[in-house]
């Protein structure tokens, strides 16, 4: 079990240390569009794809997103009273700790590990975490919420879309289907890279208080496992959207969660600290869960 992980980790691990590497010695990542192009066009493409070629019912997607939303509500609650226990801010540490990184590392993990029929689940899955970004995060952050943010985002409104196509059971065209196949094949690997330029571009030189530090990262992979296992525990789901669930919820702390922090005067230096150091916790934690979790054996 743990060398399939390794070698279904590896490709997501070299891209990411690549774009790591071609942030820190090229310029090769540095056109400020390239991250819009992913947004706007490389994830809803994936979204449209991996929906319209989906073979399991719109109930069992429609099961996957409840459970994330359930997820997420749990995490904030626990979130927020370990924040208060801790004498730390709710408002600049809550939305990091309960809305994981879902996307540029997420999906790529999910899809290495568990395939192309758990994909679906996991755009599913982060789709709905952009959403808490855009919402939780934002209104903790800023104090203020603007609908018109959510009702913008390309990858929501290309999840609408898919499950309303699906709806009606109608074929897709096969000229859709290869565009959709095609403009979504760059989008793992191009997320990958980002990720790694977006870790080469935080600043690190001022790294204080480095228990908090790493109680925040551990705490933010704990608090994720433990409101997937709850969930699960109270509602027992296919095995597939259960391993994917339960991935997606270890993941380490979103990037997006640093760049909110700055946008809003958060505590971005913390938050910075804390996305680079979880990373390796919740490597180590999906190889945990894999090896001795119930709903991978």
């Known amino acids: 079990m743990i060398i399939t992980y390794l070698n279904a980790l590896f490709p997501v691990v070299f891209c990411a240390l690549l774009g790591w ?4 010695r090229t310029t090769l990542l540095s056109a400020p ?3 819009q192009l992913v947004t706007q066009l ?4 994936l979204i449209l794809s991996a929906l319209l070629g989906m073979k399991t019912p719109l109930t069992q997607v429609s099961d ?3 459970a994330i939303v359930l997820v997420l509500l749990v995490s904030a609650f626990l979130g927020a009273v370990a924040l208060k226990l801790c004498g730390l801010a709710v408002r600049g540490y809550l939305s990091m700790l309960v809305n994981p990184n879902t996307g540029n590392l997420g999906i790529p993990l999910v899809f290495a590990l568990l395939g192309q029929d758990a994909l679906v689940h996991a ?17 903790l952050l800023s104090g203020r919420f603007t ?6 985002n390309a990858s929501i409104l290309a999840l609408i879309a898919g499950v309303a196509w699906h709806a009606t059971g109608l074929e897709t065209p096969i000229a859709v289907t290869r565009t959709l196949d095609l403009l979504a094949g760059m989008t793992i690997p191009v997320m990958l890279l980002l990720l790694g330029r977006s870790l080469a571009e935080i600043d690190l030189r001022e790294w204080r208080r480095l228990g908090r530090i790493v109680g925040l990262s551990a705490g933010r992979v704990a608090l994720g496992v433990s409101a997937a296992m709850l969930v699960l525990s109270l509602w027992p789901l296919s095995p597939l959207v259960a391993q994917t669930l339960l991935i997606q919820a270890s993941m380490p702390v979103a990037v997006i969660s640093y760049i909110l922090a700055s946008h809003y ?5 913390d938050i910075a ?3 680079l150091v979880s990373i390796p916790l919740s490597l180590l934690t999906v190889m945990a869960l894999m090896q001795w979790a119930p709903v991978f054996n």
């Open 265 to 269: 005067d958060g505590p971005k230096d």
């Open 273 to 275: 600290a804390v996305t």
């Open 33 to 35: 569009g390239l991250s």
């Open 21 to 24: 590497t071609l942030a820190k």
């Open 123 to 139: 755009v599913v899955i982060s789709t709905v975490v952009q959403i808490s970004h855009f919402t939780l995060g934002v209104w």
């Open 64 to 66: 996957t997103l409840v």
């Open 42 to 45: 490389g994830l809803p493409a």
């Open 147 to 152: 609908l018109k943010s959510v009702l913008t």
